[in-house]
Antibody, heavy 118, light 112 residues
Framework: EVQLVESGGGLVQPGASLKLSCVAS????????MSWVRQTPGKTMEWIGD????????NYAPSLKNRFTISRDNAKSTLYLQMSNVRSEDTATYYC???????????WGQGASVTVSS | DVVLTQTPSTLSATIGQSVSISCRSS???????????LYWYLQRPGQSPQLLIY???NLGSGVPNRFSGSGSGTDFTLKISGVEAEDLGVYYC?????????FGSGTKLEIK
């Protein structure tokens, strides 16, 4: 069974950094592109970015590119999202997704909740 | 960024009723290779989104055939032929033709 389990969320102060993890199981992690998508409290969905199966290439939403970094460790079957200088508008549930051609996000984690507040 | 406008924002249906959701794009989603990267996802209450339709009209794995997708260019429709209780939730369209990938604002389906 394909599983994606996010962790690392919580309450964080504005300006701080936070790193989310997503552990994958039930499939060969290194065969797939992976992505991060977030959902605001108002239920708006926003694509954050993605990373190639070997970690050699990343894409980002332009509005987040300067503060968010996606990486992966294929030996650990783990995807990461490094968030820096967080703002209140980063408050959201963060989902990792598996991506297969043609850009089908066919598996989603349960989500990690991040709240940015002082 | 491409804006996807979904209508209606809320939909109320009885069991067995057929319903449609519209997704209109601010730009054509047809790419130079002739592909249209338009998708539909359903988020049931308390759950993560799940794929329903990819490339406009292709059913995701395990998705019941009462769901169907159609459209081209800038206008797309998701149809549910015979709503069932498990179909309640929020439906999102999504495009991946133009970077960055964007989502519609969602359509909430309620069961009367």
């Amino acid at each position: 069974e394909v599983q994606l389990v996010e962790s690392g969320g919580g309450l964080v102060q504005p300006g701080a950094s936070l790193k989310l993890s997503c552990v994958a199981s039930g499939f060969t992690f290194s065969d797939y592109w992976m992505s991060w998508v977030r959902q605001t409290p108002g239920k708006t969905m926003e694509w954050i970015g993605d990373i190639k199966y070997d970690g050699s290439y990343t894409n980002y939403a332009p509005s987040l590119k300067n503060r968010f970094t996606i990486s992966r460790d294929n030996a650990k079957s783990t995807l990461y999202l490094q968030m820096s200088n967080v703002r209140s508008e980063d408050t959201a549930t963060y989902y990792c997704t598996r991506v297969r051609s043609p850009y089908v996000m066919d598996a989603w984690g349960q989500g990690a909740s991040v709240t940015v507040s002082s | 960024d491409v804006v996807l406008t979904q209508t209606p924002s809320t939909l109320s249906a009885t069991i067995g009723q057929s319903v449609s959701i519209s997704c209109r794009s601010s730009q054509s989603l047809l790419d130079s290779a002739g592909n249209t990267y338009l998708y539909w996802y359903l988020q049931r209450p308390g759950q993560s989104p799940q794929l329903l339709i990819y490339l406009v009209s292709n059913l995701g794995s395990g998705v019941p055939n009462r769901f169907s997708g159609s459209g081209s260019g800038t206008d797309f429709t998701l149809k549910i032929s015979g709503v069932e209780a498990e179909d309640l939730g929020v439906y999102y369209c999504m495009q991946a033709t133009h970077a960055p990938l964007t989502f519609g604002s969602g359509t909430k389906l309620e069961i009367k």
